[in-house]
Protein backbone atom coordinates (compact mmCIF):
# COMPACT_ATOMS: atom_id res chain seq x y z
CA UNK A 1 0.00 0.00 0.00
CA UNK A 2 1.68 3.55 -0.62
CA UNK A 3 1.14 6.18 1.94
CA UNK A 4 2.72 5.75 5.60
CA UNK A 5 0.61 6.64 8.71
CA UNK A 6 4.32 6.73 10.15
CA UNK A 7 5.47 9.15 7.68
CA UNK A 8 1.80 11.64 7.24
CA UNK A 9 2.18 12.10 11.29
CA UNK A 10 5.42 13.14 10.89
CA UNK A 11 4.99 15.50 8.32
CA UNK A 12 1.91 16.69 10.64
CA UNK A 13 4.33 16.72 13.66
CA UNK A 14 6.80 19.50 11.43
CA UNK A 15 3.70 21.58 9.91
CA UNK A 16 2.05 22.05 13.44
CA UNK A 17 6.02 22.74 14.62
CA UNK A 18 5.77 25.90 12.31
CA UNK A 19 2.54 26.73 13.47
CA UNK A 20 2.92 26.63 17.09
CA UNK A 21 6.31 28.85 15.78
CA UNK A 22 4.23 31.22 14.34
CA UNK A 23 1.49 31.39 17.19
CA UNK A 24 4.31 32.04 19.30
CA UNK A 25 5.58 34.86 18.05
CA UNK A 26 2.46 36.43 17.54
CA UNK A 27 2.37 36.02 21.28
CA UNK A 28 5.83 37.43 21.88
CA UNK A 29 4.66 40.47 20.30
CA UNK A 30 2.02 41.41 22.26
CA UNK A 31 3.45 40.94 25.71
CA UNK A 32 6.45 42.60 24.42
CA UNK A 33 7.51 45.66 26.45
CA UNK A 34 7.65 48.64 24.83
CA UNK A 35 6.22 51.15 26.88
CA UNK A 36 9.67 52.25 28.08
CA UNK A 37 10.87 52.28 24.28
CA UNK A 38 11.12 55.93 22.84
CA UNK A 39 11.59 58.13 20.06
CA UNK A 40 9.53 58.19 16.42
CA UNK A 41 9.75 54.54 15.59
CA UNK A 42 8.90 53.51 18.98
CA UNK A 43 5.68 55.31 18.79
CA UNK A 44 4.92 54.26 15.32
CA UNK A 45 5.92 50.40 16.28
CA UNK A 46 3.46 50.91 19.33
CA UNK A 47 0.51 51.58 17.37
CA UNK A 48 0.83 48.81 14.84
CA UNK A 49 2.23 46.40 17.57
CA UNK A 50 -1.47 45.00 17.67
CA UNK A 51 -2.36 44.53 13.87
CA UNK A 52 1.43 42.43 13.54
CA UNK A 53 0.51 40.26 15.91
CA UNK A 54 -2.56 39.54 14.82
CA UNK A 55 -1.42 39.11 11.21
CA UNK A 56 0.81 37.09 12.64
CA UNK A 57 -0.81 34.81 14.77
CA UNK A 58 -2.86 34.28 11.73
CA UNK A 59 -0.48 32.75 9.94
CA UNK A 60 -0.35 29.91 12.40
CA UNK A 61 -4.10 29.03 11.48
CA UNK A 62 -4.08 27.54 8.14
CA UNK A 63 -0.79 25.32 9.49
CA UNK A 64 -2.48 23.95 12.48
CA UNK A 65 -5.50 22.82 10.35
CA UNK A 66 -3.07 21.65 7.40
CA UNK A 67 -1.12 19.38 10.48
CA UNK A 68 -4.42 18.27 12.00
CA UNK A 69 -6.13 17.06 9.02
CA UNK A 70 -2.76 15.02 8.66
CA UNK A 71 -3.11 13.59 11.76
CA UNK A 72 -6.46 12.45 11.24
CA UNK A 73 -5.48 10.66 8.26
CA UNK A 74 -2.46 9.45 9.43
CA UNK A 75 -4.74 8.00 12.11
CA UNK A 76 -7.61 6.78 9.40
CA UNK A 77 -4.38 5.14 7.72
CA UNK A 78 -3.24 3.26 10.74
CA UNK A 79 -7.11 2.09 11.28
CA UNK A 80 -7.15 0.62 7.73
CA UNK A 81 -4.04 -1.01 7.35
CA UNK A 82 -4.93 -2.60 10.54
CA UNK A 83 -8.02 -4.01 8.81
CA UNK A 84 -6.36 -4.80 5.50
CA UNK A 85 -4.17 -7.12 7.99
CA UNK A 86 -6.46 -9.06 9.20
CA UNK A 87 -8.07 -9.72 5.97
CA UNK A 88 -4.98 -10.74 4.41
CA UNK A 89 -3.92 -13.45 7.58
CA UNK A 90 -7.50 -14.51 6.87
CA UNK A 91 -6.24 -15.45 3.10
CA UNK A 92 -3.38 -16.60 4.15
CA UNK A 93 -4.75 -19.14 5.94
CA UNK A 94 -7.39 -20.19 3.21
CA UNK A 95 -4.71 -20.45 0.91
CA UNK A 96 -2.68 -23.16 2.82
CA UNK A 97 -6.15 -24.95 3.59
CA UNK A 98 -6.60 -24.73 -0.27
CA UNK A 99 -3.05 -25.78 -1.15
CA UNK A 100 -2.34 -28.35 1.56
CA UNK A 101 -3.03 -32.46 0.90
CA UNK A 102 -5.93 -33.48 1.20
CA UNK A 103 -7.19 -29.84 0.28
CA UNK A 104 -10.01 -28.37 2.07
CA UNK A 105 -12.28 -26.93 -0.92
CA UNK A 106 -14.74 -25.72 2.19
CA UNK A 107 -12.27 -22.77 2.07
CA UNK A 108 -12.96 -21.45 -1.39
CA UNK A 109 -16.37 -18.64 -0.87
CA UNK A 110 -14.48 -17.35 2.50
CA UNK A 111 -11.36 -17.04 0.16
CA UNK A 112 -13.37 -15.32 -2.46
CA UNK A 113 -15.10 -13.37 -0.01
CA UNK A 114 -11.67 -11.93 1.16
CA UNK A 115 -10.45 -10.85 -1.85
CA UNK A 116 -13.71 -8.71 -2.33
CA UNK A 117 -12.91 -7.34 1.00
CA UNK A 118 -9.09 -6.79 0.99
CA UNK A 119 -9.96 -4.71 -2.72
CA UNK A 120 -12.83 -2.55 -0.92
CA UNK A 121 -10.55 -1.63 1.77
CA UNK A 122 -7.64 -0.52 -0.65
CA UNK A 123 -10.55 1.06 -3.11
CA UNK A 124 -12.01 3.61 0.12
CA UNK A 125 -8.36 3.89 1.46
CA UNK A 126 -7.25 5.72 -1.76
CA UNK A 127 -10.51 7.29 -1.88
CA UNK A 128 -9.76 8.64 1.75
CA UNK A 129 -6.32 10.25 0.53
CA UNK A 130 -8.51 11.82 -2.50
CA UNK A 131 -10.33 13.27 0.07
CA UNK A 132 -8.03 14.86 2.34
CA UNK A 133 -6.12 15.99 -0.20
CA UNK A 134 -8.93 18.40 -1.64
CA UNK A 135 -9.07 19.61 1.71
CA UNK A 136 -6.03 20.74 1.82
CA UNK A 137 -6.32 22.13 -1.58
CA UNK A 138 -8.78 24.16 -0.12
CA UNK A 139 -7.00 25.37 2.96
CA UNK A 140 -4.53 27.12 0.40
CA UNK A 141 -7.27 28.19 -1.96
CA UNK A 142 -8.97 30.10 1.23
CA UNK A 143 -5.50 31.43 1.74
CA UNK A 144 -5.93 35.31 1.33
CA UNK A 145 -2.03 35.26 0.98
CA UNK A 146 -2.42 32.32 -1.96
CA UNK A 147 -3.16 33.50 -5.08
CA UNK A 148 -4.99 36.25 -3.87
CA UNK A 149 -8.29 34.10 -3.43
CA UNK A 150 -10.52 34.55 -0.66
CA UNK A 151 -13.53 32.26 -0.29
CA UNK A 152 -15.44 31.39 1.69
CA UNK A 153 -14.56 34.58 4.24
CA UNK A 154 -12.54 33.77 7.55
CA UNK A 155 -14.50 32.40 9.60
CA UNK A 156 -17.47 30.67 7.36
CA UNK A 157 -17.80 26.93 7.05
CA UNK A 158 -15.58 25.22 3.80
CA UNK A 159 -15.31 25.78 0.53
CA UNK A 160 -19.00 24.40 -0.80
CA UNK A 161 -17.45 22.08 -2.70
CA UNK A 162 -15.89 20.11 -0.24
CA UNK A 163 -19.38 19.79 2.51
CA UNK A 164 -21.33 16.12 1.54
CA UNK A 165 -23.95 14.52 2.79
CA UNK A 166 -23.73 10.49 2.46
CA UNK A 167 -26.15 8.67 -0.22
CA UNK A 168 -28.26 6.25 0.74
CA UNK A 169 -28.76 3.11 -0.62
CA UNK A 170 -32.20 2.71 -2.11
CA UNK A 171 -32.23 5.93 -4.26
CA UNK A 172 -32.44 3.25 -7.29
CA UNK A 173 -35.54 1.75 -6.32
CA UNK A 174 -37.08 5.20 -4.57
CA UNK A 175 -36.49 7.67 -7.37
CA UNK A 176 -39.73 8.55 -8.82
CA UNK A 177 -37.96 9.81 -11.98
CA UNK A 178 -39.99 12.73 -12.14
CA UNK A 179 -38.60 16.11 -13.07
CA UNK A 180 -41.13 17.83 -11.08
CA UNK A 181 -39.47 16.41 -8.11
CA UNK A 182 -36.19 18.13 -8.81
CA UNK A 183 -34.84 21.06 -6.96
CA UNK A 184 -31.28 22.56 -7.99
CA UNK A 185 -29.52 23.80 -5.08
CA UNK A 186 -26.49 26.36 -4.51
CA UNK A 187 -24.66 25.32 -7.14
CA UNK A 188 -24.03 27.10 -10.22
CA UNK A 189 -25.48 23.81 -12.42
CA UNK A 190 -28.56 25.00 -13.79
CA UNK A 191 -27.19 23.37 -17.13
CA UNK A 192 -26.32 19.65 -16.11
CA UNK A 193 -30.18 19.48 -13.67
CA UNK A 194 -32.40 20.81 -16.30
CA UNK A 195 -30.75 18.29 -19.14
CA UNK A 196 -31.41 15.64 -16.48
CA UNK A 197 -35.23 16.88 -16.12
CA UNK A 198 -35.37 16.92 -19.47
CA UNK A 199 -34.19 13.53 -20.16
CA UNK A 200 -36.58 12.29 -17.00
CA UNK A 201 -39.46 13.58 -19.23
CA UNK A 202 -39.20 10.21 -21.09
CA UNK A 203 -39.43 6.22 -20.57
CA UNK A 204 -35.99 6.52 -22.42
CA UNK A 205 -34.82 9.11 -20.73
CA UNK A 206 -35.54 7.22 -17.58
CA UNK A 207 -34.09 4.33 -18.76
CA UNK A 208 -30.63 5.48 -19.81
CA UNK A 209 -30.22 7.36 -16.27
CA UNK A 210 -31.25 4.39 -14.52
CA UNK A 211 -28.58 2.10 -16.42
CA UNK A 212 -25.92 4.13 -15.79
CA UNK A 213 -26.33 4.24 -12.11
CA UNK A 214 -25.26 0.70 -10.65
CA UNK A 215 -25.15 0.33 -6.28
CA UNK A 216 -22.30 -1.64 -4.90
CA UNK A 217 -23.25 -3.05 -1.59
CA UNK A 218 -19.63 -4.02 -0.57
CA UNK A 219 -18.26 -0.54 -1.31
CA UNK A 220 -21.56 0.86 -0.32
CA UNK A 221 -21.79 3.52 -3.20
CA UNK A 222 -22.71 3.89 -6.59
CA UNK A 223 -21.03 3.44 -9.80
CA UNK A 224 -22.13 6.39 -12.20
CA UNK A 225 -20.91 5.57 -15.97
CA UNK A 226 -20.52 8.84 -17.97
CA UNK A 227 -18.98 9.51 -21.20
CA UNK A 228 -15.54 10.87 -22.64
CA UNK A 229 -16.81 11.65 -26.64
CA UNK A 230 -18.80 8.24 -26.72
CA UNK A 231 -16.23 6.40 -24.20
CA UNK A 232 -18.00 4.98 -21.16
CA UNK A 233 -15.89 6.36 -17.98
CA UNK A 234 -16.87 4.91 -14.60
CA UNK A 235 -17.20 7.25 -11.51
CA UNK A 236 -17.49 5.83 -7.72
CA UNK A 237 -20.07 8.28 -5.60
CA UNK A 238 -20.98 7.42 -2.09
CA UNK A 239 -21.86 11.41 -1.22
CA UNK A 240 -24.21 14.22 -2.58
CA UNK A 241 -22.99 18.02 -2.80
CA UNK A 242 -24.63 19.00 0.88
CA UNK A 243 -26.12 21.94 -0.69
CA UNK A 244 -26.85 20.48 -3.86
CA UNK A 245 -29.40 19.42 -5.89
CA UNK A 246 -32.21 16.95 -4.08
CA UNK A 247 -35.37 14.98 -5.22
CA UNK A 248 -38.54 15.34 -2.88
CA UNK A 249 -36.25 17.15 -0.34
CA UNK A 250 -33.78 14.59 -0.22
CA UNK A 251 -30.71 13.20 -2.46
CA UNK A 252 -31.76 11.45 -5.40
CA UNK A 253 -30.40 10.69 -9.03
CA UNK A 254 -29.82 13.95 -9.66
CA UNK A 255 -27.55 14.09 -6.43
CA UNK A 256 -25.66 11.11 -7.77
CA UNK A 257 -25.54 12.72 -11.21
CA UNK A 258 -24.21 16.08 -9.84
CA UNK A 259 -21.24 14.15 -7.80
CA UNK A 260 -20.42 12.32 -10.98
CA UNK A 261 -20.22 15.39 -13.00
CA UNK A 262 -18.19 17.01 -9.95
CA UNK A 263 -15.58 14.00 -10.40
CA UNK A 264 -15.74 14.26 -14.49
CA UNK A 265 -15.20 18.04 -14.87
CA UNK A 266 -13.71 19.11 -11.14
CA UNK A 267 -16.07 21.17 -9.12
CA UNK A 268 -14.61 24.43 -10.31
CA UNK A 269 -16.03 23.90 -14.09
CA UNK A 270 -19.09 22.34 -12.67
CA UNK A 271 -20.15 25.66 -10.62
CA UNK A 272 -18.83 27.83 -13.46
CA UNK A 273 -22.23 27.35 -15.76
CA UNK A 274 -22.46 25.44 -19.12
CA UNK A 275 -24.46 24.12 -21.76
CA UNK A 276 -26.54 21.68 -22.35
CA UNK A 277 -25.05 20.63 -25.76
CA UNK A 278 -21.97 19.74 -23.73
CA UNK A 279 -23.92 18.20 -21.04
CA UNK A 280 -25.74 15.85 -22.96
CA UNK A 281 -22.88 13.70 -24.53
CA UNK A 282 -21.25 13.19 -21.21
CA UNK A 283 -24.64 11.88 -19.85
CA UNK A 284 -26.30 9.81 -22.91
CA UNK A 285 -22.96 9.15 -24.43
CA UNK A 286 -24.75 10.00 -27.76
CA UNK A 287 -23.59 13.27 -30.18
CA UNK A 288 -26.26 16.52 -29.26
CA UNK A 289 -26.60 19.45 -30.84
CA UNK A 290 -27.46 23.25 -30.15
CA UNK A 291 -29.60 25.66 -31.99
CA UNK A 292 -29.24 29.36 -31.33
CA UNK A 293 -31.33 32.78 -32.13
CA UNK A 294 -30.33 36.56 -31.96
CA UNK A 295 -32.38 37.63 -28.93
CA UNK A 296 -32.18 41.11 -30.18
CA UNK A 297 -32.44 40.56 -34.21
CA UNK A 298 -35.99 40.71 -34.35
CA UNK A 299 -36.13 37.33 -36.09
CA UNK A 300 -38.36 34.67 -34.57
CA UNK A 301 -37.39 31.61 -33.49
CA UNK A 302 -38.57 28.61 -35.71
CA UNK A 303 -40.17 26.54 -33.28
CA UNK A 304 -41.92 24.67 -35.59
CA UNK A 305 -38.38 22.82 -36.18
CA UNK A 306 -37.87 22.36 -31.86
CA UNK A 307 -41.40 20.97 -31.87
CA UNK A 308 -40.06 18.29 -34.90
CA UNK A 309 -37.35 17.63 -32.47
CA UNK A 310 -39.61 17.29 -30.07
CA UNK A 311 -42.18 14.38 -31.69
CA UNK A 312 -38.67 12.64 -33.27
CA UNK A 313 -37.96 12.07 -29.21
CA UNK A 314 -35.23 14.75 -28.95
CA UNK A 315 -34.95 16.36 -25.26
CA UNK A 316 -34.49 19.96 -25.35
CA UNK A 317 -33.24 22.75 -22.81
CA UNK A 318 -33.82 26.02 -23.35
CA UNK A 319 -31.59 29.22 -21.73
CA UNK A 320 -32.03 32.91 -21.21
CA UNK A 321 -29.01 35.16 -21.70
CA UNK A 322 -28.79 38.27 -19.73
CA UNK A 323 -32.19 39.75 -18.81
CA UNK A 324 -31.75 42.50 -17.16
CA UNK A 325 -28.99 43.85 -15.00
CA UNK A 326 -30.50 42.35 -11.99
CA UNK A 327 -30.64 39.05 -13.31
CA UNK A 328 -34.58 39.04 -13.78
CA UNK A 329 -37.43 40.29 -15.49
CA UNK A 330 -40.67 39.87 -14.87
CA UNK A 331 -42.87 38.46 -18.05
CA UNK A 332 -46.88 37.47 -17.96
CA UNK A 333 -47.12 33.55 -18.84
CA UNK A 334 -49.84 31.01 -18.30
CA UNK A 335 -49.89 28.01 -16.72
CA UNK A 336 -53.17 25.08 -16.43
CA UNK A 337 -55.18 25.04 -13.14
CA UNK A 338 -56.69 22.17 -12.17
CA UNK A 339 -59.56 21.87 -15.35
CA UNK A 340 -57.16 22.21 -17.61
CA UNK A 341 -57.72 25.81 -18.19
CA UNK A 342 -55.07 28.49 -18.71
CA UNK A 343 -54.58 31.15 -16.38
CA UNK A 344 -52.17 34.62 -16.92
CA UNK A 345 -49.77 34.97 -14.27
CA UNK A 346 -46.48 36.77 -13.70
CA UNK A 347 -43.29 35.40 -12.74
CA UNK A 348 -40.33 36.08 -12.60
CA UNK A 349 -37.76 35.16 -15.55
CA UNK A 350 -34.06 34.12 -14.44
CA UNK A 351 -30.84 35.03 -16.81
CA UNK A 352 -28.48 33.17 -17.57
CA UNK A 353 -30.34 30.13 -16.51
CA UNK A 354 -31.76 27.04 -18.14
CA UNK A 355 -35.09 25.83 -18.06
CA UNK A 356 -36.67 22.03 -19.60
CA UNK A 357 -38.65 22.65 -22.17
CA UNK A 358 -41.82 20.93 -21.95
CA UNK A 359 -43.57 21.03 -24.75
CA UNK A 360 -43.96 23.98 -27.98
CA UNK A 361 -47.56 25.00 -29.48
CA UNK A 362 -48.46 25.63 -32.37
CA UNK A 363 -48.43 29.46 -31.91
CA UNK A 364 -44.50 29.46 -31.09
CA UNK A 365 -45.51 29.66 -27.06
CA UNK A 366 -43.19 27.17 -25.22
CA UNK A 367 -43.41 25.10 -22.31
CA UNK A 368 -40.69 25.34 -19.86
CA UNK A 369 -39.80 24.39 -16.51
CA UNK A 370 -37.09 25.88 -13.81
CA UNK A 371 -34.81 23.34 -12.52
CA UNK A 372 -35.21 25.49 -9.24
CA UNK A 373 -38.35 23.17 -8.50
CA UNK A 374 -41.56 22.98 -6.72
CA UNK A 375 -42.00 26.38 -4.49
CA UNK A 376 -39.21 28.43 -5.94
CA UNK A 377 -39.00 32.02 -5.35
CA UNK A 378 -39.34 32.65 -9.34
CA UNK A 379 -42.30 31.02 -10.59
CA UNK A 380 -43.17 28.62 -7.95
CA UNK A 381 -42.32 25.91 -10.02
CA UNK A 382 -43.85 23.21 -12.65
CA UNK A 383 -44.23 24.20 -16.48
CA UNK A 384 -45.62 27.54 -17.71
CA UNK A 385 -46.08 29.04 -20.83
CA UNK A 386 -43.81 31.68 -22.13
CA UNK A 387 -45.34 33.24 -25.14
CA UNK A 388 -43.56 33.61 -28.69
CA UNK A 389 -43.08 37.20 -27.90
CA UNK A 390 -41.22 36.52 -24.93
CA UNK A 391 -39.30 33.25 -26.00
CA UNK A 392 -37.89 35.25 -28.95
CA UNK A 393 -37.12 38.13 -26.28
CA UNK A 394 -35.11 36.28 -23.81
CA UNK A 395 -34.22 32.59 -24.80
CA UNK A 396 -30.83 32.84 -27.09
CA UNK A 397 -29.82 29.05 -27.13
CA UNK A 398 -32.12 25.53 -27.16
CA UNK A 399 -30.03 22.53 -26.45
CA UNK A 400 -30.80 18.77 -27.84
CA UNK A 401 -30.05 15.82 -26.63
CA UNK A 402 -29.81 14.77 -30.10
CA UNK A 403 -32.53 12.05 -31.82
CA UNK A 404 -30.69 8.74 -32.73
CA UNK B 1 -28.39 30.74 15.79
CA UNK B 2 -26.89 32.02 12.78
CA UNK B 3 -26.58 30.15 9.86
CA UNK B 4 -23.60 31.11 7.22
CA UNK B 5 -24.11 29.60 3.28
CA UNK B 6 -22.70 29.84 0.10
CA UNK B 7 -24.85 29.89 -2.61
CA UNK B 8 -24.29 30.36 -6.59
CA UNK B 9 -25.67 33.21 -9.07
CA UNK B 10 -28.33 31.68 -10.54
CA UNK B 11 -29.00 28.88 -7.88
CA UNK B 12 -30.70 28.67 -5.12
CA UNK B 13 -31.31 28.13 -0.76
CA UNK B 14 -34.03 25.93 0.61
CA UNK B 15 -33.86 26.29 4.48
CA UNK B 16 -36.01 25.62 6.82
CA UNK B 17 -36.21 29.47 7.72
CA UNK B 18 -35.88 30.69 4.34
CA UNK B 19 -36.23 29.62 0.97
CA UNK B 20 -34.38 32.27 -1.72
CA UNK B 21 -32.27 32.72 -5.10
CA UNK B 22 -29.54 34.71 -6.20
CA UNK B 23 -30.07 36.66 -9.41
CA UNK B 24 -27.61 38.43 -9.58
CA UNK B 25 -23.93 39.17 -7.67
CA UNK B 26 -21.37 41.57 -7.75
CA UNK B 27 -19.10 44.91 -7.17
CA UNK B 28 -19.92 48.74 -8.25
CA UNK B 29 -18.81 51.50 -6.46
CA UNK B 30 -21.02 51.29 -3.38
CA UNK B 31 -19.15 47.69 -2.87
CA UNK B 32 -20.43 44.60 -3.20
CA UNK B 33 -23.81 43.38 -3.67
CA UNK B 34 -26.29 40.49 -4.43
CA UNK B 35 -29.61 40.59 -5.65
CA UNK B 36 -31.82 38.39 -4.19
CA UNK B 37 -35.28 36.66 -4.57
CA UNK B 38 -36.34 36.13 -1.30
CA UNK B 39 -39.14 33.42 -0.08
CA UNK B 40 -41.47 31.18 -1.77
CA UNK B 41 -43.40 32.51 -5.12
CA UNK B 42 -45.68 34.53 -5.37
CA UNK B 43 -44.91 36.34 -2.07
CA UNK B 44 -41.51 36.59 -2.73
CA UNK B 45 -39.49 39.80 -2.71
CA UNK B 46 -36.26 40.69 -4.74
CA UNK B 47 -33.56 42.61 -2.35
CA UNK B 48 -29.79 43.89 -3.36
CA UNK B 49 -28.35 43.58 0.00
CA UNK B 50 -25.36 45.22 0.67
CA UNK B 51 -22.72 44.44 3.57
CA UNK B 52 -23.56 46.03 6.43
CA UNK B 53 -26.93 46.73 5.66
CA UNK B 54 -29.32 43.74 6.66
CA UNK B 55 -32.77 42.59 4.89
CA UNK B 56 -35.65 41.82 7.83
CA UNK B 57 -36.63 38.46 7.19
CA UNK B 58 -40.08 37.50 8.13
CA UNK B 59 -40.18 35.79 11.41
CA UNK B 60 -37.77 37.81 12.98
CA UNK B 61 -34.71 37.28 11.41
CA UNK B 62 -32.30 38.98 9.39
CA UNK B 63 -30.08 38.49 6.02
CA UNK B 64 -26.52 39.82 5.62
CA UNK B 65 -24.31 39.72 3.09
CA UNK B 66 -21.21 38.39 4.05
CA UNK B 67 -19.57 38.83 1.24
CA UNK B 68 -18.95 38.10 -2.85
CA UNK B 69 -16.39 35.93 -4.21
CA UNK B 70 -13.56 37.91 -5.93
CA UNK B 71 -13.07 37.85 -9.49
CA UNK B 72 -11.92 34.14 -10.89
CA UNK B 73 -14.62 32.99 -9.98
CA UNK B 74 -17.99 32.56 -10.64
CA UNK B 75 -20.18 35.08 -9.02
CA UNK B 76 -20.93 33.45 -5.22
CA UNK B 77 -22.32 35.02 -2.47
CA UNK B 78 -22.26 34.08 1.36
CA UNK B 79 -24.84 35.07 3.37
CA UNK B 80 -26.16 34.48 6.79
CA UNK B 81 -28.91 34.33 8.44
CA UNK B 82 -29.51 35.27 11.30
CA UNK B 83 -30.73 36.64 15.00
CA UNK B 84 -32.53 40.38 14.45
CA UNK B 85 -30.98 41.72 17.37
CA UNK B 86 -27.69 42.53 15.81
CA UNK B 87 -28.82 46.13 14.14
CA UNK B 88 -31.80 48.06 12.51
CA UNK B 89 -32.60 45.59 9.56
CA UNK B 90 -34.18 47.25 6.78
CA UNK B 91 -38.09 45.54 6.05
Known amino acids: MSGSPGAV ?40 RSAIAADVAEQAADPAAAARLLAGW ?19 AAWRALVALPPDLTVLPSLVRA ?19 DQLFALIASDRSALGLTWPPDGWPPPQSLQTVPLGSTILDDASFDPLDVQQGGIGDCYMIASLMALMQSDEGDQLLRDNITWDPTLQGYWVTLYDDGDPVRYFVDRAQAGGAREGGAPGIVSIYEAALKEHLTFADLTNGGWPDDTFPIITGHDADEVTHDTGGGDPWDTGALRTRLSNGEQLVASTGSVSDDGAVKITVDRRDTDGNLQPETVDLHGPHSYAVAGVEPDGSVWVINPWGAGNSADGGGPFLVSAADFNLYFGNVGSSGGD | MVERITVDVGAQYVGAAVRLAVL ?31 HRLAGGRTLRLGGVAPAGYRPTVALEIGDASADGAAP
Not at chain 1, 36 to 45: N, P, V
Not at chain 1, 86 to 92: A, C, I, K
Not at chain 1, 115 to 133: M, P, S, W, Y
Not at chain 2, 24 to 31: H, I, P
Open chain 1, 115 to 133: QRTLAALRFLRERGALHVA
Open chain 2, 24 to 54: SAGSDEAGPYAVVLVGSYPESTKVRLREGAP
Open chain 1, 74 to 92: ADQMADADAEIAVVQDTMR
Open chain 1, 9 to 48: RAAATTIQASADGAASAGQTLRTLDVESWQGWAATRFRAR
